[in-house]
């Protein structure tokens, strides 16, 4: 176990297990959960045993049985968490494997198999399940775009952050968080996505804070020759060409938007084709 696992008996109980889940999503740390949903024949584990799994591989709490399904689930845990995909192993002798028509490591209707090696020679299906931190959108300034977003953006997912002047944090009725000022924390522990949106109170500063700390995606709410003047100002002021080409200006998707929220719709919409690129496998209607 990793020095930053989180010690939990290996009896834990439900109870045990949901309390580590929820400190897990309170400091932002990515896991796994483990179930096993069927057993045949002499397994360790039963069905409804659980484990936790965390990103580094190490169960941080509960058990689903001994070497003999621990590796083929780290494997799978490891997978999920990679995909964001929920993964069914079985783990079955290799003679059942054969009568089956599959080899280990094979994925047949939706079931990975593979081979249990130990004596007792039993079948055990395990269902894994990624539970990863919520993305986050940070907004800076408290524009009408700015409230908006705020409102509509926890609705598809994110988890928001209010970053204003004190004087304006009024405007945001509910929000998650609340940064006074443009100091952004350095490290976030989920994905960050960052959207400037001051509308001329503050722009410059901001814009220097969403470049200063790492995001998937920082857009400027404002017109492109307006985010162009803004960025031939920080040039000046020895800003990089590569920190600067990370802004996008305008923010959002083209949908023709003109009301407050609708421009928030379509910044929303482009964080969730960025958001979901590559995760939706090869659904019908999917783009190409």
Not at 171 to 197: D, H, K, M, N
Request: proline residues 6%; charged residues 25%.
């Amino acid at each position: 176990m990793s020095s930053r696992s989180i010690e939990m008996p290996s009896a834990a109980t439900e109870e045990d297990l949901h309390e580590l889940m929820n400190r897990l999503r309170r400091l932002g740390r990515p896991f796994a959960l483990a179930t096993v949903v069927r057993t045949i024949s002499v397994t360790a584990a039963k069905a409804g045993a659980k484990a936790v799994i965390e990103a580094d591989g190490s169960i941080a709490g509960g058990w689903i049985g001994g070497g003999c399904a621990r590796g083929a689930a780290l494997r799978a845990a490891s997978q999920c968490l990679e995909d964001g995909q929920t993964r069914l192993i079985s783990i079955q002798p290799e003679d059942l494997l054969k009568d089956l028509g599959v080899t280990p490591g094979e994925e047949k209707n939706g079931i990975r198999f593979a081979r249990n090696m130990c004596p007792s020679q039993g079948t055990m299906d395990i269902f894994i399940e990624p539970v990863l931190p919520r993305p986050k959108l940070v907004i800076l300034g408290s524009s009408p775009v700015a409230v908006a977003l705020a409102d509509l953006a926890p609705r598809i997912g994110f988890d928001c952050a209010a970053c204003a002047p004190a004087d304006e944090q009024p405007a945001f009725a509910r929000v998650g968080e609340r940064i006074e000022g443009y100091a952004l924390p350095v490290e976030a522990p989920a994905q960050r996505y960052l959207v400037v949106s001051t509308q001329g109170k503050g722009d410059l500063i901001a814009l220097k804070a969403a470049l200063a700390v790492d995001a998937a995606h920082v857009a400027f709410v404002g017109s492109r020759r307006k985010a162009e003047s803004l960025k031939a100002r920080l040039a000046e002021e020895g800003m990089s060409t590569e920190r600067l080409a990370r802004i996008k200006a305008p923010a959002g998707l083209d949908l023709g938007a003109i009301t407050p929220e609708e421009i928030a719709l379509s910044i929303l919409a482009e964080l969730l084709q960025l958001r979901r690129k590559g995760q939706r496998g090869d659904l019908p209607g999917s783009p190409a």
